[in-house]
């Protein structure tokens, strides 16, 4: 089908491999995809830096009260309490103030804060961070909610959601694992390559399982990457999720990765001018466990046993 061949395409131009070592391998062990690669390959160089946010929608944007009497004829439904929830974060964001909502079972609360998220991104051009303690939340915010306010005209905003560096692919890891099995088994290597390009997002979680593939988290990002100094940087999907963070107006992320951008001096998600915590009866846990210093008495004694001794003599 043609919407698959497009998929597979896009997806193997994101590829984290050098498309030249999947085109040797496809012709080694004479893959009917090759063209699909090769297709891909010549895309690469239009694609370079990942792909764009993603856009939520597009025309003429009405007000944020015209924007929820269109979703509730969406949903069916009229929820006030939705509607004064956007208004109490609408006027936050406005004031640049802080406020702490806490909302009832049946209030949708989802849509109260992205409505008005999406409306002041669009309005002053800043970054918004949307903060959850689950991934699974973030995926219903994804695929449920932000699929309802398309219906709103005029929405037209990035959104992106970026995780921890251990959940993406390290390309270098990749690389070095497809390259060492093409040696005995060049089908098998080129099963491996293809499972890592077409892996969503980049993500290490995403490759499918295979007997003969390595295990998913040996090919995750290691704790002490050299992102930037790494030579094989811009393939490197960690590297490319960032980009594409960086772009978007909405940006989803967890407690863990805000609060270590923010010990990094914001290093890590770059500059933004709000951010909502949702599941927020969890970031107090976050924060103690996060920002927190310990020190056991291990490690009192081996910052003790690097220190010489010294003579307390008088004798000069």
Known sequence: APALRETLIERLALSPLPLLLLINLARQCRFEGLPLIEEAAARRDLNEGGAPARAVSCGALPDMEEAFSLLFRKLGEVREGQLEMARVVRRAFEEGRTALVEAGTGTGKSLGY????????????GRIMI???????????????????????GIDVGVERLLGR??????????????????????GALSLALAVSLASGGLAGAISAHPGHPARR??????????????MAQLCPLMNARKRARAAGIVFVNHALILTDYMQGNSILGPYQCVVFDEAHHLEDCVVENLSVSVSSGDVERLFEQAAPVSLSDDR
């Open 131 to 153: 903060s959850t303690h689950t991934r699974n939340l973030q995926d219903q915010l994804l695929s449920g909610e932000l699929n309802n306010i398309s219906a709103i005209p």
């Open 166 to 187: 251990e959940n993406y692919i390290c390309s270098r890891k990749a690389v070095s694992n497809v390259t060492r099995l093409s040696e005995e088994d060049p089908a």
């Open 218 to 231: 040996s090919l995750g990002a290691p704790p002490r990457c050299r992102m930037g100094a790494c030579d």
């Open 114 to 125: 992205l409505v008005p998220c999406v409306f002041h991104s669009m309005k002053t051009g």
